[in-house]
T-cell receptor
Framework: EAQVTQNPRYLITVTGKKLTVTCSQN?????MSWYRQDPGLGLRQIYY???????DKGDVPEGYKVSRKEKRNFPLILESPSPNQTSLYFC???????????FGPGTRLLVL | DQQVKQNSPSLSVQEGRISILNCDYT??????FLWYKKYPAEGPTFLIS?????DKNEDGRFTVFLNKSAKHLSLHIVPSQPGDSAVYFC????????FGTGTSLTVIP
C-alpha cells in the first residue's frame, strides 16, 4: 500500500530534550516536506526537500532541522524543543513539487 | 505574511444544497492550486486541483474555479452531503506549497 508513515503518532516531552520524528514514504517520491498545523494558522511549511541531500527552509524553520540521506526518509529533528513547538506535525511527499502531496497521519507533540 | 488566505473559518450548509468555499492569494506567480480535505485525527487528503492556465476544473460533485485577475479561488460542492463535513484547505504552489488557514464545513442533515 502506497503511504507516508510517521512515528511516533503522539509524543509528550520536556523543554530541551532532543527528539526526532521520523517520516518514511514508499512511493519513490522526489519531494518531501514537513508542516505544522496550529489553530487559526493552518498548515505552515517547516522544511522541504526536492531530492536526496537537497533541503530548503519553508516558512517556519526556526528550531527545526531535517536531513535527507535517503529518498524514502525525511526525519524532523528538534534539537532543543520549546513549548511553542507544541503542535500537530505532518509529513508529506509528492513525485515532484508541482504535483499533489500525500500526507502522513500526523504527529501530535506536546512540549512541557 | 500569509500568501494564501481563507477568510471564513467556518461554514454551515444544509444537505443537498451548494457549499462554496473561498480562497484568496497574493502572489500572481503561483502556477498551480489545490484543495485538500481534512478529517480529525487524519492527514489532509487531496481533493481537486487546477492549473493557472485554466479557469475551471470539475470532478464529480466538486468544481474549482480560478479567477486570476481577482486572485481568487473557490470550491463548489453540489450537492453537499454530511460526509463532506471536514476542514478544507486551499493551497498554491510556486517552488513550495503555501496553504490557507482552512475552512471548517458542516453539512447539516
Amino acid at each position: 500500500e502506497a503511504q507516508v508513515t510517521q512515528n511516533p503518532r503522539y509524543l509528550i516531552t520536556v523543554t530541551g530534550k532532543k527528539l526526532t520524528v521520523t517520516c518514511s514514504q514508499n512511493m519513490n517520491h522526489e519531494y518531501m516536506s514537513w508542516y505544522r498545523q496550529d489553530p487559526g494558522l493552518g498548515l505552515r511549511q517547516i522544511y522541504y526537500s526536492m531530492n536526496v541531500e537537497v533541503t530548503d527552509k519553508g516558512d517556519v524553520p526556526e528550531g527545526y532541522k531535517v536531513s535527507r540521506k535517503e529518498k524514502r526518509n525525511f526525519p524532523l529533528i528538534l534539537e532543543s524543543p520549546s513549548p511553542n513547538q507544541t503542535s500537530l506535525y505532518f509529513c508529506a511527499s509528492s513525485p515532484l513539487v508541482q504535483e499533489t502531496q500525500y500526507f502522513g497521519p500526523g504527529t501530535r507533540l506536546l512540549v512541557l | 505574511d500569509q500568501q494564501v488566505k481563507q477568510n471564513s473559518p467556518s461554514l454551515s450548509v444544509q444537505e443537498g444544497r451548494i457549499s462554496i468555499l473561498n480562497c484568496d492569494y497574493t502572489n500572481s506567480m503561483f502556477d498551480y492550486f489545490l484543495w485538500y480535505k481534512k478529517y480529525p485525527a487524519e492527514g489532509p487528503t487531496f481533493l481537486i486541483s487546477i492549473s493557472s492556465i485554466k479557469d475551471k476544473n470539475e470532478d464529480g460533485r466538486f468544481t474549482v474555479f480560478l479567477n486570476k485577475s481577482a486572485k481568487h479561488l473557490s470550491l463548489h460542492i453540489v450537492p453537499s452531503q454530511p460526509g463532506d463535513s471536514a476542514v478544507y484547505f486551499c493551497a498554491a504552489i510556486k517552488n513550495q506549497f503555501y496553504f490557507g488557514t482552512g475552512t471548517s464545513l458542516t453539512v447539516i442533515p
